[in-house]
């Protein structure tokens, strides 16, 4: 009775799989979406990668307080601390991350960094496109997780400011 039993359940594991070969396949837009995400939809609490903050002056949030590193159970954030100087300032504190690494082949997104850091300097993005064949693509240096300063024109001028400074 149970060869019975177990040719049955076979039987019906097979007309599934068979009914499944010749139903139209369902694919996601991700590849050929429209927009600079093409197409992928992200929730708010999404764990991509990582951005360097900046402040409303253009300077960096980063006062290398080891926080974020201290927080990190798989140890993947190297820091290493410089001084500003009255000449250079890279950041609002006396000091600043000089050199910010993160190494994505560690890297669990536990969102332990964001919790640490007092000054809201590290935050996850959405950035998901991670995957590479070489290991040392994945290591990303201060430059690669700042965030663009953004830059706004001295003066915005019109037509009319211009024939205004020619008359």
């Given at each position: 009775?149970?060869?019975?039993?177990?040719?049955?359940?076979?039987?019906?594991?097979?007309?599934?799989?068979?009914?499944?070969?010749?139903?139209?396949?369902?694919?996601?837009?991700?590849?050929d979406?429209?927009?600079?995400?093409?197409?992928?939809k992200?929730?708010?609490?999404?764990?991509?990668?990582?951005?360097?903050?900046?402040?409303?002056?253009?300077?960096?949030k980063?006062?290398?307080?080891?926080?974020c590193?201290?927080?990190?159970?798989?140890?993947?954030?190297?820091?290493e601390?410089a001084?500003?100087?009255?000449?250079?300032?890279?950041?609002?504190?006396?000091?600043?991350?000089?050199?910010?690494?993160?190494?994505?082949?560690?890297?669990?997104?536990?969102?332990?960094?964001?919790?640490?850091?007092?000054?809201?300097a590290?935050t996850h993005?959405?950035?998901?496109?991670?995957?590479?064949?070489?290991?040392?693509?994945?290591?990303?240096?201060?430059?690669?997780?700042l965030?663009?300063?953004?830059?706004?024109?001295?003066?915005?001028?019109?037509?009319?400011?211009?024939?205004?400074?020619?008359?």
């Amino acid at each position: 009775m149970s060869i019975v039993k177990n040719a049955a359940a076979i039987v019906k594991g097979m007309s599934i799989t068979f009914g499944q070969m010749f139903q139209p396949t369902e694919v996601e837009n991700y590849p050929d979406g429209k927009g600079p995400m093409r197409g992928a939809k992200f929730q708010e609490r999404f764990r991509g990668k990582h951005q360097l903050q900046r402040d409303e002056n253009g300077l960096e949030k980063c006062v290398a307080c080891f926080l974020c590193a201290a927080a990190c159970p798989s140890n993947c954030i190297y820091i290493e601390a410089a001084e500003n100087t009255e000449t250079v300032r890279i950041s609002s504190a006396e000091r600043y991350a000089k050199v910010y690494n993160i190494d994505y082949n560690r890297c669990i997104f536990c969102g332990y960094c964001v919790e640490a850091c007092p000054t809201d300097a590290i935050t996850h993005g959405h950035g998901f496109e991670l995957a590479s064949l070489n290991a040392t693509n994945l290591v990303m240096r201060k430059e690669d997780l700042l965030v663009q300063v953004q830059t706004l024109p001295d003066a915005v001028t019109s037509n009319k400011d211009v024939a205004a400074s020619l008359a």
